[in-house]
């Protein structure tokens, strides 16, 4: 018999600063393409984190992924390093990055895709900065 | 004699800001604020419900016009919060801690003026979608 595929998502939260910058760029350039992202003094958001892992039930548990696993692994590698952090300036994995959150999720990608457990891929992670913007990844 | 009713205007401002008493040392401050007190700031998308309560005008049907409301807001609150740093850019701040709760009172204080006296006011605000407060408390 076929194992049938499921997707489970696992929401989080964090929250954090940020800027827009393009360090490249002067301070009027910065301030005509980004706005008031651009602010020097940062700003911030509350961040929603949606992570998706794609697997088959296990006979054993029923899972795709113990739920609190997948918590856990999320909070390692992606809460702990980001919430109430300055993004632009505290986080290893944004350096020299502009800080959008195309490029957030991009880097949230590859903090999860090397620590996902065996048998159960990490399918697309969805990252919300307002309750009108946010992002899909789907690692392509 | 007019009808109490009491009507609300929902608003939204994104903003960094830290907590930190600075009269504390650092070690205090850590140990009370937490993660809050981390020195290069974090931020919130921050919900604003401003509550205005009181007789409906009877030439208008109107207890407030929302729009002279929204542009007071816009004018006063988010024009100078939204996309800041609470600690950093606005003036208020400056000797006092941007708690959800010291940002409440100073809403409060900059609209109060602003509208009818015979009006009351009550401010809602929304740190994340699970921590907020009001003032003046009831």
Known sequence: ?140 | MGEIVSVFREEHFNAAHRLNNPSWTDSKNKEVFGKCNLPNYHGHNYVLIVKVTGEIDDNTGYLIDMKILSDIIKENVLDRFDHKNLNEDVIEFKELNPTAENIAIVIYKLIRPLISELLSLQIRLYETPRNFVEYPAQ
């Open chain 1, 1 to 140: 018999m076929m194992m049938p595929v499921m997707y489970l998502t696992r929401r989080e939260h964090f929250n954090a600063a940020h800027k827009l910058y393009n360090p490249a760029w002067s301070k009027e350039q910065n301030d005509a393409v980004f706005g008031k992202c651009a602010n020097e003094n940062w700003h911030g958001h509350n961040f929603e984190l949606f992570v998706t892992v794609k697997g088959s039930p296990s006979p054993d548990t029923g899972f795709v992924i113990d739920a609190k696993l997948l918590s856990q692994i999320i909070s390692t590698y992606v809460i702990e390093v980001l919430d109430h952090r300055n993004l632009n300036i505290d986080v290893p994995f944004m350096k020299d990055k502009i800080c959008s959150i195309e490029n957030l999720v991009y880097g949230i990608w590859h903090q999860l895709l090397p620590n996902m457990p065996a048998g159960v891929s990490l399918h697309k992670i969805q990252l919300v900065e307002t309750p009108r913007i946010f992002v899909e990844y789907f690692g392509e």
